[in-house]
């Protein structure tokens, strides 16, 4: 089964910088301190390189997903806890039968291991600096499907990635868990945008495919390569997602490492967890 190959395939280990230093840009408020452009690059990494990759989107059928200001402030108070809204780790799984009950939406994290799936969240939950998600430079870190719980509004699964060092049971968790989880609003799928779809990625997007579920792309590590490599990878993925049929048209960069696209991502969560209601501008 493609998930099985996914498992036995070897993969490579990224040796990055610490993360140490991103926490100044952890709020939107903070964020729009900075000059306008440098701001637009943190909130629209895809917008502000999608004029460089020729017919990149259907504009015919879809619109790209560029929520107003106050629609990611919004968003933001979400991330942001509270006495009345806690957001902390929940439990972790290995099986199914362990999982959690499924009485609020959820959204996963999946990829190859190291591709960046521990960071994104880690980053996602930056004001809530109490809530501990590991991360490490060794591929295979992430053992359990570790879920956390946004207050009352939604659920964020962080997986083991697959490839190099992923764990055995790794079908029987992951692949179990994409199929049957009725409350999965949608997975986010990570690639490493420093190296482009890999063979692994690839086999990936054919198991969404399968499942039929809605699936997000998400770039991940975009501070770590030139810009025309980073280019060049998103033609190679527009490539790819025009093939596919549940793989929403725009992909999501970001890095956990400078914040950019962070904040658009904590609202397109919050958004199809059906968490905020978007204004009239913005709708996908
Ligand atoms: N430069 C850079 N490095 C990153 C970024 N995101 C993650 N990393 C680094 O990539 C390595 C792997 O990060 P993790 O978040 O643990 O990756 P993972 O996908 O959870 O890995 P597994 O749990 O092993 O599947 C760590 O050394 C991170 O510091 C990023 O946006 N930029
Ligand atoms: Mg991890």
């Not at 709020?27 to 020729?54: C, I, N, V, W």
């Not at 699964?157 to 060092?165: N, T």
Request: aromatic content about 10%; hydrophobic content about 40%; glycine content about 6%.
């Amino acid at each position: 089964m493609f998930c099985r190959r996914l498992w036995l395939k070897p993969g490579t280990g990224f040796w990055t910088a610490s993360q140490q230093g991103a926490h100044n840009l952890a709020s939107f408020h903070q964020a729009s301190l900075l000059p306008q452009r440098k701001l637009r690059g943190l909130l629209f990494p895809f917008s502000e390189l999608e004029p460089h990759l020729a017919c990149s989107v259907d504009r015919g059928h879809f619109q790209l997903f560029q929520p107003s200001v106050e629609d990611i402030t919004k968003a933001e108070k979400l991330f942001s806890p509270s006495s009345s809204h806690k957001i902390d780790y929940h439990t972790s799984a290995v099986r199914m039968e362990h999982a959690p009950s499924q009485n609020q939406p959820e959204v996963c994290f999946i990829g190859r291991s190291n591709v960046g799936k521990s960071s994104l969240i880690r980053a996602l939950f930056s004001l809530a600096p109490d809530v501990e998600i590991r991360v490490s430079k060794t591929p295979g870190h992430t053992k359990k499907m570790n879920f956390f719980k946004v207050g009352k509004a939604f659920t964020m699964v962080d997986m083991p990635g697959y490839g190099y060092r992923a764990p055995k049971d790794f079908v029987e968790m992951v692949e179990h868990y994409l199929g049957s989880r009725k409350n999965l609003v949608r997975t986010f799928l990570l690639v490493d945008g420093s190296v482009g779809l890999q063979e692994a990625d690839m086999i990936a997007l054919e198991m969404c495919e399968e499942f039929s579920r809605p699936y997000v792309i998400v770039v991940t590590k975009i501070d770590k390569c030139r810009q025309g490599v980073l280019l060049t990878n998103l033609l190679q993925l527009q490539d790819a997602i025009t093939q596919t049929v549940r793989c929403f048209p725009q992909p999501f960069l970001v890095s956990s490492l400078h914040f950019s696209g962070i904040y658009l991502l904590r609202c397109f969560i919050a958004h199809v967890t059906g968490s905020i209601q978007l204004g009239d501008t913005c709708r996908s």
